[in-house]
T-cell receptor, first 109, second 112 residues
Framework: RKEVEQDPGPFNVPEGATVAFNCTYS??????FFWYRQDCRKEPKLLMS???SGNEDGRFTAQLNRASQYISLLIRDSKLSDSATYLC??????????FGPGTSLSVIP | NAGVTQTPKFQVLKTGQSMTLQCAQD?????MYWYRQDPGMGLRLIYY???????DKGEVPNGYNVSRLNKREFSLRLESAAPSQTSVYFC???????????FGDGTRLSIL
């Protein structure tokens, strides 16, 4: 089993739709969690950190469930510019970082 | 405001050649990382350095060596390049383990 798994995708959604991405991790010692987005042939860029209480940044909401070892990202009112690959990232207490395989999103006009 | 700088951006090698990928960050970050990214595989950690003077293996270290030359620089060396090492290589850094990483632009490496 991979240490970090994500919805396989791709997700194709119309503009204005709400889309949710799921991510599970296997190492219960994991301490920090992030969502990155990556545009084609570009470097990953931080979208948001994920906090235990859940956090929101505009149209984006991230949730963490430590008991179930599950992270989610919700995008509301999808824009064309949201089309990208979304990477779930998990850090362990000893600074090891594992990226999920990514979920591709295409927002269609 | 350079952030993380990788050189070169592109390189073509022949099988068996050696090469060092350079990475430097000017943010006074403690931790630095090397990843490779292949289609359908996501980013995989090759090596990381939690602090100056330490290095540790990641998920896919075979065929690579690293050097944390100082706090700013973390290099990745391919001693004898193989076609399986054709990939896009990303360097990243962060201040602490609980903080997000900053990435370089990537090095596109092709081995023939």
């Amino acid at each position: 089993r991979k240490e970090v798994e994500q919805d396989p995708g791709p997700f194709n959604v119309p503009e204005g739709a709400t889309v949710a991405f799921n991510c599970t991790y296997s190492n219960s010692a994991s301490q920090s969690f992030f969502w990155y987005r990556q545009d084609c042939r570009k470097e990953p860029k931080l979208l948001m950190s994920v906090y235990s209480s859940g956090n929101e940044d505009g149209r984006f909401t991230a949730q963490l469930n430590r008991a179930s070892q599950y992270i989610s990202l919700l995008i509301r009112d999808s824009k064309l510019s949201d089309s990208a690959t979304y990477l779930c990232v998990v850090k362990t207490s000893y600074d090891k970082v594992i990226f999920g395989p990514g979920t591709s999103l295409s927002v269609i006009p | 405001n350079a952030g993380v700088t990788q050189t070169p951006k592109f390189q073509v090698l022949k099988t068996g050649q050696s090469m060092t990928l350079q990475c430097a960050q000017d943010m006074n970050h403690n931790s630095m990382y090397w990843y490779r990214q292949d289609p359908g595989m996501g980013l995989r950690l090759i090596y990381y350095s939690a602090s100056e003077g330490t290095t540790d293996k990641g998920e896919v270290p075979n065929g690579y060596n690293v050097s944390r030359l100082n706090k700013r620089e973390f290099s990745l060396r391919l001693e004898s390049a193989a076609p399986s090492q054709t990939s896009v290589y990303f360097c990243a850094s962060c201040r602490r383990a609980d903080q997000p990483q900053h990435f370089g632009d990537g090095t596109r490496l092709s081995i023939l």
